[in-house]
Structure formats: C-alpha cells, structure tokens
C-alpha cells in the first residue's frame, strides 16, 4: 500500500510516499481504508526524534494516528461493527492507504470525511483534561490556546457541556474563536487582565493547550493550583499544577469519540479543515511546526 514514511528523524524533508507492507486488524482492533487522516503536533515531535523512544527508526515507519475510514477488515473479539461501515477513530500509522484503529466510533453520513479525521486525538484529550481537571457545567472555562487543532474541538465540548470559555488566540484568530462561540482574547503581556476583563467573576478552570503561557498568568487566573491543567508544558506539576500526556490509564478514547459523534452530527462542533494530498504532506507538516493552526490539518491518501 502506498503511506507516508520516514527512515530518519527529521523534519518535513524527511517524509517520503513509499510503498510499504499492508498492516492487519489484530484481537481487538479493525483496520479502514482511509478516507483521511488528521495531522497533531505530536507527528512532527515523533518524526523530530523529541519523544522518549522515537530516536532513530530501525525501519520505514508510518505516522499517524487519527483517521477515518471504510471498515475492511475486523479484529477477533470485535463487536458492533462490519466490513463496509463508515469509521472515525485512532490507531496507529495512519498516514496510509489503509490503517488499523484500536478506538472508533461511527461516523455521521453528514459528517466530512476530512473533518472526522480531524476529531478523534482532538475529542479524547478535550474529554480528558476536562475530567481530570473537574471541569463543571455552569463554570468558567480559560483556555490558553483555543485556535489550534485541540484547543477549537476543547472549547466547542466545554460550551456544549454549559461551560463558559474565555479563549486566547493571536489576532488573525480572534475572529474564529467568536465563531466557536468563546470569548476572544489575545495572548502576550496583558493577558491576565484581559481575562479578568473577560471574565470579571473569576475564572474557575484553566486549560493550558499551546504550552507558551507563563505559568505565573496560568496560576494567577485561577483559584488553586490544582484547577491548572497543561497538555504541552509538563513544568508546570513542580508548581502544584496538573500535566497530562501518554499515560493510557487516563485516556477513556471510546466514551470521548461517543461523545463527539452526537456533537458534530449537531454541529456542536465543527472543525475548519485544511487538507492536503498525501504527496503534499511535508508542507501539512510544515504548516503545523509553525506553531500558528487555525482548526486541524489532514492528509488524503
Ligand atoms: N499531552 C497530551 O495528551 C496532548 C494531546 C494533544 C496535543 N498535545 C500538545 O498540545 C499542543 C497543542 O496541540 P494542537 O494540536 O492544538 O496544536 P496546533 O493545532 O498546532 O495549534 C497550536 C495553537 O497554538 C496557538 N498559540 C500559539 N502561540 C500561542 C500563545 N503564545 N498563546 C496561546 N496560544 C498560542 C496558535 O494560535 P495562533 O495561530 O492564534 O497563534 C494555534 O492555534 C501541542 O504541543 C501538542 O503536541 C498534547
């Protein structure tokens, strides 16, 4: 089958469309033809060789791990789903003609195959630092970072859960983060008093997304430490803060992709897409290492 890969780890320079063996639905997981494939930061910080474990790939690798697709092939031990169904889900080496998931849900007839793609990494983190954060319904939400790819998908669940989100964004996104129904704010000096502006009742959960928010602003906006959650600047839990990353006990990806299906069939949440064709990734790739994603970037095998 015909994937992106790489043979060493780099950047954008290094991805290749290569023919590679087809992978095969093991126990428990099914494999798609993929219609499309989402692009998260976490690609590049994989292909880069930034993770624990991704230094020097022993063979072609295929990254990826969002998708959607048409079910072709079912795992022993499956159940509630058949060859021919339509799919969005996470797996594993989804940047292919086909792709193995070891998450899914249905995906809505109404549904873009590009932006169910752009939904599931999206959906099972929003869902997680929610939870682990205590977020409530009737409260209020900041988000640092609600323009990118998990940071929009954050602020639509948290609104349809009756949240209310303070959001911040560059300028060029003020715009879009109105859309998504969050109140808009500018990141940079001053930030503090903007929310405060924004929000003059007090902010009672903070969700650092992008990771480039000083601490000292995340911790003064919100009544305790602990009510601070990251997902991208792990120093915070030497401060009292919360971080969350890999750890699979906190990832509950099946509830999260079941949540979402009933809000982007309601259009509760809608994801602007940027698509490009699989011998286009690298300028996918260098459009999300620039650090400014407005929505979610997703490849068409
Ligand atoms: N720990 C986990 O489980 C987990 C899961 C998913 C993602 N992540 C990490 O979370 C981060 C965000 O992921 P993503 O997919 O949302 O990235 P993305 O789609 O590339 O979006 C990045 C966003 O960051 C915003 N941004 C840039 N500088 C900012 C600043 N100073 N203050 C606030 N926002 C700023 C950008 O907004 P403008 O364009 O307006 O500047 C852009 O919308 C990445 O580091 C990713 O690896 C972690």
Do not use: N, T
């Given at each position: 089958m015909r994937a992106l890969t790489y043979t060493e780890n780099g950047g954008?320079?290094?991805?290749?469309?290569?023919?590679?063996?087809e992978p095969h639905a093991g126990p428990g997981r099914i494999r798609v033809k993929v219609a499309a494939a989402g692009v998260n930061p976490i690609d590049w910080k994989i292909i880069?060789?930034?993770m624990p474990g991704s230094e020097a790939p022993t063979q072609a690798t295929v990254p990826g791990f969002d998708a959607a697709g048409v079910v072709d092939e079912v795992g022993d031990g499956v159940a509630g789903v058949a060859v021919g169904d339509d799919v969005f889900g996470l797996g594993t080496g989804t940047q292919a003609e086909l792709a193995v998931l070891t998450a899914w849900a249905p995906k809505p007839a109404s549904l873009d195959w590009s932006v169910a793609?752009?939904?599931?990494?999206?959906l099972e983190t929003s869902e997680r630092v929610l939870r682990l954060v205590g977020a409530q319904p009737g409260q209020i939400l900041?988000?640092?970072g609600g323009a990118g790819g998990v940071g929009a998908v954050l602020v639509q669940l948290a609104v349809a859960r009756g949240l209310t989100v303070v959001a911040s964004a560059g300028a060029d996104n003020q715009g879009y983060l109105t859309e998504i129904r969050a109140i808009p704010v500018l990141y940079g000096d001053g930030l503090v008093e903007r929310v405060r502006a924004a929000a003059p009742g007090g902010v009672d959960v903070v969700v650092?997304?992008?990771g480039k928010t000083p601490a000292a602003d995340l911790f003064a906006l919100a009544p305790s430490h602990d009510k601070v959650i990251s997902i991208a600047n792990f120093d915070l839990a030497a401060e009292g803060g919360l971080v969350t990353g890999g750890n699979p006990a906190e990832?509950?990806?099946v509830e999260a992709l079941a949540e979402g299906v009933d809000l982007l069939r309601e259009n509760?949440?809608?994801i602007k897409v940027q698509t490009f064709p699989l011998d286009r990734a690298a300028e996918a790739y260098a459009t999300s290492l620039s650090g400014h994603v407005r929505g979610k970037l997703v490849l068409l095998p």
């Open positions: 954008p320079e290094v991805l290749h469309v290569a023919a590679v063996p880069g060789g930034f793609a752009a939904a599931p990494s999206a900041f988000v640092a650092d997304v992008a990832q509950h990806p509760k949440i809608v």
